[in-house]
C-alpha cells in the first residue's frame, strides 16, 4: 500500500484537493504552469530537500528554536558594529505598542474606519518634526537610502538639475540603494559625483567640493554625522555654497543625535531625511527600518513629495477631531501611474514605533542619550587608542562612531574580528569599500555599550595583538 503523503497542515493550499480545485479554476494542470515566464535554464529541477514535516505546534515552535539559537545575535555577544544598523535600547513600551494587533498586523491601505492608526502616524509626524525642526513630515520611507534617493529625484524636479554632489566617505550601502534608484528610469535623471573627504579629519574636501559646483549642480548632500562617524563642523560653510550656486542643501541625519546635536534646518539645510532606526528600533536582519524625509512649508517642496501624509481636521462635533489623508491627490497614491515615483506598502509599523520612543524619552531623554553615547564613545576610542599598534584615524570631534587603524598591529581587521568572536564580540565593521583607508575599522559605541563591555574588548583586542 503505497504511503500517503502528508501535506503541512499550516498551508491550506497545499492540499491536493484544493490545489486541484484552484488549478482548474484559472485553467492549468501542472503547478508548473505558473512559472512559465521563468527561462528553462533558471529553473530548479529537482526536489527540494525539505525536513520531514511537523504536524503540531510545539514541534514546530521547538525547531524553530533551535535553528535561531544557532545564530550568533546581539542578544548573548558584544556588538561595535554600526555603519546604519547599530544595537540600541527598545523600551519595553515600544514593544507593547507596536505588538498591539490593530497596529502589528495593520495593513497601510485606505480602511476608513482605521481611525486610530491614522492618529497613531499623525503623532509620528509631529514628533518627528519637532525633533528635526521641520515644517513637514509624511509617511515613512522603506528605509533611510531609500529616503536620500527620493530626495535626489525630488531636486531634480525641483531645480532641473541633473547632478547632486556626494561624499565619497557616504555610507557604502546608502550610496548603493541611492544609485539603482535614480537609475531605474530608462534614461537616469540624476548624475552622482563623489566629493572627497580630508584624509585627516574625514570631513568633506571643500577644495574639491568648489571644484565640482556648478550651475548643473541640483544638491549637495552630507552625512551628518558621516559615515566615519565625524560630526561635518563644516556643515554651514557647505549650506553657503549651495546656496551661493543656486543648488539644494540636503543633510541625512541620524535622529538619535539631535538630543544633543543642532537640527540640519538650522545651519542651512532644505530638506533632512535619514533612518529612524536609531529610534529604539530592534536590530534584526534587515528589518525594522523606515526613512524619513522633513520639508519646509513651500509648495515647491511638498509639491514634489510622493507620499502621503495624516492631516487632522476638527469635526463638526465642538472639540473632537478626525485624522485623515493629505497629499492623496499629489502624491503616487491618487496619480497612480501618472506619479514622478512610485510607493507601495511603507514601514507604518516602525513609524509607529518611533513615535512611542520619542513620546517616552522626550527632549530631555533625547539628551540623556546623546550624551550617554558620546561619553562612551569617547571613553572608548581613548582606551582603545592606547593599545600598541592601534590608532584613531581621523581627528574630528565624533558621535558614536569612530574609525580604527590596525596597520601597525600585523593583522588585517578579518583576523582580528574573527579573533573577537573567540570572547563573544563582534568587532568594527571592516572598511574594505576604502582601501586608501588600510586595515581600518568602523567601531560603533551606543548606549546600551557599557565601561565593562570596552573594557572587555579591549583586553580581548591586547590578547589577539600579542
Known amino acids: 500500500m503505497a504511503k500517503e503523503k ?4 499550516y498551508i491550506p493550499n497545499s492540499v491536493p484537493e484544493i490545489k486541484a480545485e484552484m488549478m482548474k479554476v484559472i485553467g492549468i494542470t501542472d503547478e508548473m504552469e505558473l512559472y512559465r515566464d521563468i527561462p528553462e535554464q533558471l529553473r530548479y529541477k529537482k526536489d527540494l530537500d525539505l525536513p520531514e514535516p511537523k504536524l503540531d505546534e510545539y514541534s514546530i515552535r521547538r525547531h524553530t528554536l533551535e535553528l535561531l539559537n544557532k545564530n550568533a545575535n546581539t542578544e548573548n555577544y558584544i556588538s561595535f558594529l554600526g555603519a546604519g544598523c547599530a544595537k ?3 523600551p519595553a513600551i515600544c514593544d507593547e505598542m507596536t505588538g498591539r494587533g490593530e497596529f502589528l498586523t495593520a495593513y497601510a491601505g485606505a480602511t476608513m474606519g482605521d481611525r486610530g492608526k491614522w492618529q497613531a502616524i499623525w503623532e509620528y ?4 518634526s519637532e525633533l ?3 515644517d513637514f513630515i509624511g509617511f515613512p520611507q522603506y528605509d533611510g537610502p531609500w529616503a536620500l534617493a527620493h530626495v535626489m529625484r525630488m531636486v531634480y524636479r525641483i531645480t532641473g538639475r541633473s547632478k547632486v554632489l556626494v561624499p565619497k566617505s557616504i555610507n557604502p550601502e546608502t550610496l548603493l540603494v541611492a544609485q539603482n534608484y535614480v537609475d531605474s528610469l530608462e534614461k537616469p535623471v540624476v548624475d552622482i559625483v563623489l566629493v ?3 584624509p585627516e579629519t574625514g570631513l568633506l574636501d571643500l577644495k574639491d567640493l568648489q571644484a565640482k559646483i556648478s ?3 541640483a544638491a549637495i548632500v552630507i552625512e551628518n554625522p558621516n559615515f566615519f562617524g565625524m560630526v561635518e563642523t563644516q556643515a554651514e560653510e557647505i549650506g553657503q555654497i549651495a546656496k551661493k550656486a543656486g543648488a539644494e542643501f540636503v543633510v541625512y541625519a541620524d535622529p538619535i543625535s539631535l538630543g544633543v546635536m543642532e537640527t540640519p534646518v538650522n545651519y ?4 533632512t531625511c535619514g533612518d529612524l532606526h536609531s529610534l529604539g528600533c530592534h536590530v534584526a536582519a534587515g528589518g525594522c527600518h523606515g526613512g524619513f524625509v522633513g520639508l519646509p512649508n513651500d509648495q515647491k517642496y511638498l509639491s514634489n513629495y510622493k507620499d502621503l501624509a495624516v492631516s487632522v481636521y476638527p469635526t463638526v462635533e465642538d472639540g473632537e477631531y478626525a485624522f485623515i489623508w493629505h497629499n492623496w491627490e499629489e502624491g503616487s497614491y491618487g496619480l497612480r501611474e501618472d506619479a514622478n515615483e512610485f510607493t507601495g506598502t511603507a514601514s507604518n509599523l516602525w513609524a509607529i514605533h518611533a513615535a512611542v520612543y520619542l513620546t517616552l524619552m522626550g527632549p530631555k531623554g ?10 562612551r564613545s569617547q571613553y572608548a576610542a581613548n582606551r582603545l587608542s592606547k593599545i600598541k599598534g592601534v590608532e584613531i584615524k581621523f581627528q574630528a570631534p565624533f558621535f558614536q562612531e569612530f574609525v580604527l587603524s590596525f596597520d601597525k598591529t600585523g593583522k588585517t581587521v578579518g583576523e582580528i574580528n574573527k579573533g573577537l568572536l573567540e570572547y563573544k564580540i563582534f568587532g568594527g565593521k571592516d572598511l574594505i569599500e576604502f582601501p586608501e583607508l588600510g586595515q581600518s575599522a568602523l567601531y560603533c559605541v551606543t548606549e546600551v555599550v557599557t565601561k565593562e563591555d570596552i573594557d572587555k574588548l579591549a583586553w580581548a583586542l591586547e590578547k589577539i595583538l600579542g
Not at 509626524?125 to 518627528?128: F, P, R, S, V, W
Open 6 to 9: 502528508i501535506v503541512y497542515p
Open 268 to 271: 542651512g539645510a532644505a530638506i
Open 196 to 198: 572627497d573627504y580630508n
Open 215 to 217: 550651475d548643473d549642480v
Open 125 to 128: 509626524q509631529a514628533q518627528m
Open 366 to 375: 533625547m539628551e540623556e542619550v546623546g550624551n550617554t553615547i558620546m561619553k
Open 88 to 90: 540600541h535600547y527598545t
Open 132 to 134: 528635526l525642526d521641520v
